[in-house]
């Protein structure tokens, strides 16, 4: 590992060109601690420390917000001030508790850093408290809140530029604490037994249950005989999609899914346009993992991971009527089939693997050690 900082990008840099991240000489501080709250290899070349919860805090399982807070403790006190602090925005509330006890004058400060955080999902709807029905919780005071917490965090990480944006915008953030960095195909990731060599079938593929417009691809594929398979396991997405004779409704999970992508034709992945988050990033790095064209109808991230017609194509969210003729035109062409699929992927072995998306994510962090950028 080599301990020579003295070249590496600052942080303003990286905001502009995350590849930086990617240099051979880049140096990572030997003096500095990185804990976090969820796991990462041991073979990965920074090292970090897992920060299980503790006896206590699983005492509360049966207790979401004791749990979490009970666990933002342990992970907040595990720190001192060489420790830079990894969280995994994914992980319940966690990542609520960590950046509220950093705002608090009374503490010392701690380096943080967020990353997959989905900020929509935890805020939810309003709702009355189960324990004090006379109150009800507002989006607002939730938007507040959640406000006050990221101003904790020294960087967060967003999936495309346009999430960077939307968040900054918002909430109402300082753009230095914002980072764009793509995200990874979970199926490079597989061992070579896992891997999937399968004979093309004649079908398009389409799954996933987060933020997805099937009814934009029904109506897309509405009077053609074009075999598609939609994979969805949340049954309120799954009774919303219509029933065609030419499209196929399932619930397959991993290894399945995989199986899937890697035997149609091409994949397509329509989004709805709405919120701070896109969707769809791993579903469009797995599909062009495994050589397939990827058509996304999508308006928040699909442009910083699709190189337009020599990947596949981004369509508007919700535009039906591209997405067929987009459809009709790769169905139609089989030698642009696989010419397109090969570029794909070319392109996510060069830029979306899982061990350079954690060199990355993990380089970034460490620049966190002297913060070398604007103020945060």
Known sequence: MNNDT??????TQIQENYHLLELPDFGVPSDIRLISNT??????EIKVQYIPPNFLARLFRWNL???????ALQIFFSADFKTIILIDGSDKIVWLFIGWLNRLFFFRKRTLF??????EYHLGKEKR????????TKTKWKEAAARNALLGYDAIVQWSKKQVAAHVSYYRLPKEKFFFLPFKSNHSNLSKSQRYDIPIGSFIFSGGNGKRDYQCLVDAVRGTDIPVIISVTDPQV??????????????AVEPAFA?????????????????LKGGGEANVCNAMWHGKPVIACCNMAAEDYIIENETGFVVPAGD???????ILELWNNPERIAEIGKQARAHAEKNFTHDLFILRLLRLATLLANKKTLTI
């Open 114 to 119: 967020l990353w997959d955080i989905f900020v």
């Open 65 to 71: 917000f004791l749990f979490c807070f009970l666990h």
């Open 238 to 251: 799954r009774k919303q999609i219509e029933f065609l004779p030419n499209v196929i409704v399932l619930s």
């Open 129 to 136: 408290l189960k324990f004090f029905p006379f109150l009800k």
């Open 39 to 44: 796991q990462f290899s041991n073979k990965n």
């Open 259 to 275: 199986q899937l992508q890697a035997a149609c034709r091409f994949v397509v992945i329509p989004m709805i346009n709405s919120g």
């Open 320 to 326: 039906s009527k591209l997405l067929r003729r987009r």
């Open 6 to 11: 003295s070249n590496n990008p600052t942080l």
